[in-house]
């Protein structure tokens, strides 16, 4: 395992976590992740307004956009919480 990068503006959602279906939140299909030791990082502000899942449908787009520490995975299903 790598070292844990410099993730102060990022929530750490577990993967087992995230493929569990649950009412309520937005099915995403088919996306290349952003991932750091079995998590995936999710970009928050601090105040609640914005929460952006790491993840793009073009892997190359999340290759460069992924910290140095952390790896792509592709994962074909994730349930994700949205913040208002």
Known sequence: MS??????????????????PKDGYVCMVNYWWEVWDGHLLAY???????????????????KRLKHDAC???FIPVVYWRQRV
Not at 3 to 20: N, Q, R, S, Y
Not at 48 to 56: A, G, I, K, V, W
């Open 3 to 20: 070292e844990k990068p410099d993730l102060k503006k990022f929530d750490l959602v577990p993967i087992e976590t995230a493929i569990t």
């Open 44 to 62: 928050h502000n601090g105040r609640n307004d914005l929460y952006s899942p790491q993840c793009n449908k073009n892997i190359a787009v999340t």
């Open 71 to 73: 790896d792509v995975a």
